[in-house]
């Protein structure tokens, strides 16, 4: 297989025919409008990372050095690069090697024509028949039916089947601390935790507060400062919790401090998931 590249051997004729490809030549589908020098233009015709091969309105002359511009869409990409003419005819097709080409030209260009094909073979794969207008996909062979178990009967009446439909709620697991006199939930254990971590947060920020000021400033003062720090700490907390996209410290300590038999009957954290 001879690859793309517009480059031709000393011995061989300047013919497209006859030049010696080193890199693959896309064919471009659409109108790709080429800019050149002195007011001439074209079409592209096809297109590799080495060079392309032009429609020009004006002809162009074998060894001619000119600026080439054109917009590639499908992923958008734009192409401003120096170019040599290898080839040319009297029509004015022609085949240009781009001279100054960098790398990161060449994977914007390489990335637009794999895009291109990906497209042309989503294209030409057949398309699944629908006997719906709702495009709904049915099943070659007939799926076999759900049996009921004879054990089983219908409820009686609607209100037996609404009620049979609604799912009780799950008891929650409860702790009991050597410290506490009665057992404690897990959602409260959980609230615990966050509140002693931020009361920690608010007391430590108010030492080195008055470590600095080196005096306590009048209570009605105080009590608004350690309002808007304890605020100001709760704010963070959530959100630093909410950006990562994990449970609370509280919960997690929680978690860690309940029985591995108790760990079941509790909801799972979300995860992650990948679009």
């Known amino acids: 297989m001879q690859a793309s590249s517009g480059l031709a051997t000393p011995s061989a004729p300047t013919t497209p025919q006859s030049l010696r490809r080193v890199h693959y030549r896309h064919p471009v589908q659409t109108l790709v409008y080429a800019t050149l020098d002195n007011g001439n233009g074209g079409i592209l015709r096809n297109l590799s990372e080495s060079g392309a091969a032009l429609q020009a309105v004006a002809p162009l002359r074998a060894g001619q050095i000119l600026r080439v511009r054109f917009d590639l869409f499908h992923p958008k990409t734009r192409v401003d690069v120096d170019a040599r003419v290898s080839w040319a005819n009297s029509t004015g097709q022609a085949g240009v090697v781009f001279t100054n080409r960098t790398q990161q030209l060449c994977r914007q260009i390489n990335g637009w024509i794999f895009q291109n094909l990906l497209r042309r073979f989503e294209s030409a794969a ?38 049979a439909s609604v799912q009780l709620p799950v008891a929650e697991p409860q702790l009991a601390l050597s410290w506490w006199p009665q057992p404690v939930s897990f959602r409260s254990l959980a609230r615990m935790m966050d509140v002693l971590i931020l009361l920690s947060a608010v007391l430590l920020f108010f030492c080195v507060f008055l470590a600095i000021a080196e005096t306590i ?59």
């Open 217 to 275: 400033p009048p209570w009605p003062a105080t009590v608004a400062l350690i309002a808007g720090i304890a605020g100001f700490f709760t704010a963070l907390y959530w959100w630093i919790c909410g950006w990562l996209g994990c449970e609370t410290v509280g919960v997690q300590l929680a978690r860690i401090a309940l029985p591995d038999s108790a760990k079941a009957s509790l909801p799972r954290e979300p995860q992650a998931r990948f679009r």
């Open 126 to 163: 057949p398309i699944l028949s629908s006997s719906t207008a709702d495009d709904l996909v049915l099943s070659g062979n007939a799926r076999p039916a759900i049996r009921v178990s004879s054990t089983v009967s219908a409820p009686a009446s609607p209100f037996v089947r609404a009620a």
